[in-house]
């Protein structure tokens, strides 16, 4: 636990010690709000609920978390840090899950600053606060997917640039694959088990859930053991590549 | 002498190309072992499989007595290590990356502070603690990669080229830092620069395409070369007949060469026989002789030259 927190706190300190985080949560709050104002008609719906703004959450995270994982690995294998960090008496888990978990809090951080909207509504109407409490829960937890993805990618690479199209890429596959659309594609040459197991790895599916306020055990499950799973799947990557 | 870093048949192959092959070595305390070898060679690669940065395909490495692969943490833990290029966080201060790393190595609070203030003392980063490492000169950026090395005052120090590309008063500063922690530390260093083996070393491996090539001090690599102690007299082009016979008579000379004319002078060269020390007795004959002689000495044989003759194959590979 010493040496996870030790790494995380160098890591929240190297967010914040350059521009990144600042530019990274003034874009955020803005997109979240735009969209939820001139997209998601937040007015003109007559509804108190933030529904609109949390509907695009899974768009912006596509596009913004690769942005902010995207460095992870790759920074370190590029400056050759990585040969430093790796021969310090600490194990490889506890790099990953140091890393991990610094960049979980800054895009908690950033999420926690979207706070206005919260208040905007509350002011308006009457919303109700478990389910935006819950639908804050689903997007935090959606966010540690998308990351623990994007860190496994910059793992792959010393390449930032590549990192973050690869692993938007992938973010993106996981965010379709509840469509029709996605589905559709899988069904003609798929069984249909496999079919329905693209379909349960859907991230809106899931945020869907717990953005109405239904907070069931599977789906945090779902976001949970996703985050294990890539995670676990970084550290293969960091243990057998780590020279390259 | 206790044994503090040992390695046996280390192995490495990326691809199809053998980085490291077959190398076996053991350094002591108080030793400073230099790692000498052309670029490519496999020195920082044998430093990767030691560090436990990589793990070999074959053989193993102990650092203090732990296996390096089977219990990373502990061998780590005793072991300071600057890789090559001195990397560090750039977008740390001086101070919160000594923090870090001092935290890590297991300090807290007041030890922490004190560590990093030891370190920053000896390797003189005062002036610059609260600048970002990335707008550190490159001198400073190494210390600040040195002072990383031995913030934990660990038993066992490997130093990638640690004096690559400072200037020659910092390279000297380094130095002198490597010879004052040499007592009770087990230190490898690499390099290409030969002078660095001769001023800070106790012995030399010479690595070339993955293998030990050469194992032994400074001086007994010297002694290798033809021309060890082999004594030049430079003298006016009359005089060269006379100081040729004499010396050819002296009972430890081989043979006299010229070794190189220019104008005004000749320049003879008497090799000893079995690398004798033939210096006092062709001093002593020309004085008897009352020959004049424009100069005098002994050749050491350059350390350049070792290396060049063990490391370039295709000329040399024989005395190898």
């Given amino acids: 636990m010493r040496n996870i927190r030790i790494i995380a706190k160098r890591e929240l300190g190297a967010y914040f010690g350059t521009p990144l985080a600042y530019i990274f949560v003034v874009i955020f709050v803005a997109l979240t709000g735009a969209f939820a104002f001139y997209v998601g008609n937040f007015f003109e719906r007559g509804q108190a609920d933030l529904r609109p703004f949390f509907l ?51 895009v908690g951080v950033a999420l926690a600053l979207t706070f206005p909207m919260w208040i905007t509504v509350s002011l308006l109407g009457d919303p109700d606060h478990g389910v935006i409490l819950a639908s804050y829960l689903g997007s935090f937890l959606m966010a540690g997917a998308f990351l623990a993805i994007g860190s496994c990618m910059s793992a792959l690479t010393r390449n930032q640039v590549i990192a973050f199209v690869v692993a938007a890429a992938v973010c993106f596959i996981f965010v379709t694959s509840g469509m029709e659309l996605v589905l559709d594609f899988f069904r003609v040459w798929m069984p249909a088990f496999i079919v329905s197991a693209v379909s349960s790895m859907s991230f809106l599916t899931h945020f869907d859930q717990i953005a109405k306020g239904v907070i069931d055990l599977a789906d945090l499950v779902f976001y949970l053991s996703l985050i294990a799973f890539w995670l676990f799947a970084t550290w293969i990557v960091v243990e057998q590549r780590k020279a390259a | 002498m206790s044994v503090l870093v040992k390695t046996e048949r280390l192995h490495k ?20 072992l230099g790692f000498l070898g052309p670029n490519g060679a496999g020195k920082s690669t044998t430093m990767k499989l030691i560090t436990g940065f990589l793990e070999p395909d074959a053989g193993s490495a102990e650092v203090c007595g732990h296996d390096v692969v089977g219990n990373p943490r502990a061998a780590k833990a005793v072991l300071g290590y600057l890789p090559e290029g001195a990397p560090l966080y750039g977008d740390m201060t001086a101070r919160s990356f000594l923090g870090f790393i001092a935290g890590i190595r297991g300090f807290d609070n007041g030890e922490r502070t004190s560590k990093v203030e ?45 004096t690559d590309g400072l200037d020659p008063n910092q390279k000297h500063q380094v130095r002198s830092l490597i010879r004052e922690m040499a007592s009770d530390k087990a230190i490898i260093i690499s390099t ?80 000893p026989k079995d690398g004798t020390q033939i210096a006092a007795a062709v001093a002593a004959v020309i004085r008897e ?15 350049d030259d070792v290396f060049r003759q063990i490391t370039s194959s295709d000329k040399g590979a024989g005395h190898a």
């Fill in chain 2, 192 to 271: 290409h620069i030969l002078e660095e083996v001769e001023a800070v070393c106790t012995r030399a491996v010479v690595i070339d395409k993955g293998r030990i090539v050469a194992n032994g001090t400074a001086r007994e690599l010297q002694a290798r070369l033809p021309y060890h102690n082999a004594v030049a007299i430079r003298v006016d082009p009359d005089m060269a007949g006379a100081v040729r016979e004499a010396l050819g008579g002296l009972s430890g000379v081989e043979k006299v060469e010229t070794a190189d004319k220019q104008n005004g002078s000749v320049l003879l060269r008497a090799l």
């Fill in chain 2, 13 to 32: 192959e990326f691809g199809d190309i053998t980085a490291v092959d077959d190398i076996s070595l053991s350094v002591g305390k108080g030793e400073v």
């Fill in chain 1, 56 to 106: 695009f959450h899974p768009w912006l995270y596509l596009i913004l978390i690769p942005a902010i994982a995207m460095r992870l690995w790759a920074e370190e294998r590029k400056t050759g840090t990585i040969e430093l960090l790796m021969t310090l008496p600490i194990a490889s888990w506890e790099a990953i899950l140091g890393k991990f978990l610094a960049a979980w809090i800054f």
């Fill in chain 2, 118 to 162: 030891a370190a920053v003392d000896k390797m003189g980063l005062g002036s610059v603690l609260d600048q970002s490492i990335e707008t550190l000169s490159k001198g400073f950026k190494r210390r600040v990669g040195l002072a990383q090395a031995i913030l934990h005052d660990p038993d066992v120090l490997i130093l990638d080229e640690p």
């Fill in chain 2, 289 to 303: 002789k009352t020959l004049s002689i424009q100069e005098l000495f002994v050749e050491h044989g350059r350390l």
